[in-house]
């Protein structure tokens, strides 16, 4: 199971810190990603990292203002968003992928789904 939390109402150029706490899978053996979805829009890609934690991945679009981690000893992944924009308003989901996919933003490579946390940046 994929939980999120940390999500929240925060003013443009805020920041906000989303958690994932990951239980049942081998923690260590899963690349982990999120992703958002704002209404009527497609599933997007935000960012991912690699097992070990060493190789990250993050939309154009976030780069330079999210940083996703991980603590493998907590079965915990989190992204920092900062100076956070309307367009960042969303549902954001963690996700797994038993195939390491880190490098991979299609949604399907991420066999595991949170349910999400809703986002919402006023202007």
């Known amino acids: 199971q994929l939980v999120e939390s940390g999500g929240g109402l925060v003013q443009a150029g805020g920041s906000l810190r989303l958690s994932c706490e990951v239980s049942v899978l081998v923690f260590d053996t899963y690349a982990m990603g999120w992703f958002r979805q704002a209404p009527g829009k497609e599933r997007e890609f935000v960012a991912a990292?690699?097992?070990?934690?060493?190789?990250?991945n993050y939309a154009d679009s976030v780069r330079g203002r999210f940083t996703i981690s991980r603590i493998n000893a907590k079965n915990m992944v989190y992204l920092q968003m900062n100076s956070l924009k309307s367009d960042d308003t969303a549902v954001y989901h963690c996700?797994?992928?038993?195939?390491?996919?880190?490098?991979?933003?299609?949604?399907?490579?991420?066999?595991?789904w949170g349910e999400g946390t809703q986002v919402t940046v006023s202007s």
């Open positions: 990292i690699s097992m070990n934690g060493k190789d990250t």
């Open positions: 996700a797994a992928s038993g195939r390491n996919a880190w490098y991979s933003r299609i949604p399907s490579d991420y066999g595991h």
